[in-house]
C-alpha cells in the first residue's frame, strides 16, 4: 500500500537573480512500511525534499499526497496536527530539552496533544532502544549515541505512520552511529514504521530497502537497497 506520494513536487528559493531549484520535480510515492534512503551530494537537495514531503516546508508547486490525501487542501493547523500525530523526526543534531529528563523528552510531543501516554507501548520502546537506564537522567548525562536513541523514541512516541530522518548519525562517531542506524531500522520494522531516511553516506542507504539519489534537485537513481 502507498502511504506517501508527490506529484511534480519543486521547491525554488531565490538568491538574488539566481533561482536554485533545490527540488525539481519529483514523482515519487512510498509504500508503507519500506525503509527509503535518500542519497546524494552536498547541496543535491536532500534536506529540502525531505522538508517538502514532510510538511515542515511548503512546496512552490506539485503537491504531496498523504494515505490518498492532497495535502494542497490542509491548512497550517491541520498540516501540524497531520506532522505532530503521523509524522516522527529525527534530525542530526538530537534537540532534546536540556532541562528535561530522558522520558520527559520522550512525553512531550504526547503532552503536546494532551493525550494519555501509552505506558506499555513507552516501555517496550525505550526496551528495543535499551535507554531504560537513562530515562531519569539529563541530556546532559548521556552520550551522543544515548541522546539520539533518546530522540529516536520521542520521534515515535505517537506511534507515528513515518519517521522521516535527516543525517541521524551525523553527528556520531562509526560504532555508534552503526548502532543507532541499527536500532532506527529496527524499531521502524518492528512496529510498521514507514522509514525515510536522508543520509550522504553510501554505507548506510546501502542498508535501505530503496535508494534515491539525488543530483541538482533532481532524482537520477531510484533501486533496490542491500535489504531488499
Ligand atoms: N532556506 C534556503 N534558502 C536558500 N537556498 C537554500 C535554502 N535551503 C537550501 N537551499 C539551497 O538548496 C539546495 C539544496 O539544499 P539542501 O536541501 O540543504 O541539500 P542537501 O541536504 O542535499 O545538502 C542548495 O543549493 C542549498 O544552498
Ligand atoms: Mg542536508
Given amino acids: 500500500m502507498t ?7 519543486t521547491k525554488e528559493y531565490y538568491s538574488g537573480e539566481n533561482v536554485i531549484k533545490a527540488v525539481d520535480h519529483a514523482d515519487l510515492s512510498f509504500e508503507q512500511g519500506a525503509f527509503t534512503a535518500i542519497t546524494g551530494p552536498s547541496g543535491s537537495g536532500k534536506s529540502t525534499l525531505l522538508h517538502v514531503l514532510s510538511s515542515l516546508e511548503n512546496p512552490t508547486s506539485g ?5 490518498g490525501e492532497s495535502l494542497k487542501k490542509y491548512n497550517d493547523n491541520q498540516l501540524s496536527i497531520l ?7 529525527v534530525f542530526q543534531a538530537y534537540n532534546l530539552v536540556q532541562e528535561l529528563t530522558g522520558y520527559e523528552n ?15 507501548y513507552l ?12 530515562l531519569s537522567h539529563l541530556p546532559s548525562g548521556m552520550s551522543g549515541g544515548q541522546q539520539q536513541r533518546i530522540a529516536i523514541a520521542r520521534a515515535l512516541a505517537n506511534k507515528p505512520a513515518i519517521l522521516f530522518a535527516d543525517e541521524p548519525t551525523g553527528n556520531l562517531d562509526g560504532k555508534s552511529g552503526r548502532e543507532v542506524l541499527a536500532l532506527l531500522k529496527y524499531v521502524s520494522a518492528e512496529f510498521g514504521v514507514t522509514l525515510i531516511l536522508v543520509t550522504h553516506d ?3 542507504a546501502e542498508q535501505a530497502d530503496r535508494i534515491l539519489t539525488l543530483a541538482d534537485g533532481q ?4 533501486t533496490k537497497g542491500a535489504a531488499q
Fill in 219 to 222: 532524482i537520477v537513481r531510484d
Fill in 123 to 134: 516501555q517496550k520502546l525505550t526496551g528495543v532502544l535499551g535507554i531504560e537506564d537513562r
Fill in 106 to 120: 520522550i512525553l512531550l510531543p504526547v503532552m503536546l496533544d494532551h493525550r494519555k501516554p501509552d505506558e506499555a
Fill in 63 to 67: 503537491e504531496v499526497i498523504y494515505n
Fill in 3 to 9: 502511504i506517501l506520494e508527490c506529484k511534480a513536487l
Fill in 83 to 89: 506532522r505532530r500525530r503521523r509524522f516522527g523526526f
Fill in 202 to 204: 553510501l554505507g548506510v
